[in-house]
């Protein structure tokens, strides 16, 4: 049998791949043309040359478009000559090579900072945070717990409450609260005997944390 020589190549040209035939591959679309002619206005010109630093890397990939160079594109733009022959030249020339890397290092300056202001103190500092922090006056420990139940009075946290309250043993809603604790709310006083088994030793906890709380004060 006889090999089957495909005629066909595809060429990308007005956004899209088509097909094209050997002999049309290297012709120069407008695409190509704009990008040659891009190339040749950013290293051709006087203020790219004065401005821009060379070094091996970039010296390297500028010389990479040598290769690109074929007689369809130098006819199709003969100003590309001008740019072959700079590459030409620049690939004699000797440039320096690439700076290192930059290099980002994380410097724990405010740890630095505390440990040399704290030096030698440190000791000092242990005492004075487990006097305040850990063994509190009783009147300390007073001042701190009247602050907290005034911070989580129920009647403050009720007011903040988005939803109506419910009934601890029906669901429903609730417009009555138990007298001693204040804080388990009920329909009715149907609901409060019947849920009374399970709420009593919660109450009583409550209740007297209250009455500790009042003759304290």
């Not at 990008?35 to 006087?46: A, D, P, R």
């Not at 990939?61 to 030409?88: C, G």
Request: charged fraction near 25%.
């Amino acid at each position: 049998k006889e090999a089957v020589v495909s005629t066909q190549s595809t060429g990308y040209d007005t956004n899209k791949w088509n097909e094209v035939s050997h002999e049309e591959v290297y012709n120069l679309s407008k695409l190509e043309g704009q990008l040659w002619i891009g190339i040749l206005q950013f290293l051709m010109s006087e203020h790219c040359q004065a401005n821009y630093q060379l070094n091996s890397n970039n010296q390297a990939a500028i010389l990479k478009l040598r290769s690109h160079f074929h007689p369809r594109v130098l006819d199709a733009l003969p100003a590309l000559l001008d740019l072959q022959r700079y590459l030409e030249e620049l690939s004699l020339v000797n440039t320096p090579s690439s700076r290192p890397p930059l290099i980002l290092e994380q410097l724990p300056q405010f740890y630095t900072a505390l440990e040399n202001h704290c030096q030698g103190k440190w000791r000092d500092i242990a005492n004075k945070h487990y006097k305040n922090l850990f063994c509190m006056s009783r009147e300390r420990l007073k001042k701190q717990a009247d602050k907290f139940a005034s911070t989580y009075d129920m009647d403050v946290i009720s007011d903040l409450i988005s939803e109506p309250p419910k009934c601890e043993q029906c669901g429903d809603g609730a417009a009555k609260r138990c007298s001693s604790c204040a804080t388990a709310w009920y329909c009715g006083r149907e609901c409060q005997v019947k849920h009374w088994s399970r709420h009593k030793e919660a109450c009583k906890v409550i209740s007297r944390s209250l009455k500790d709380k009042t003759q304290d004060m």
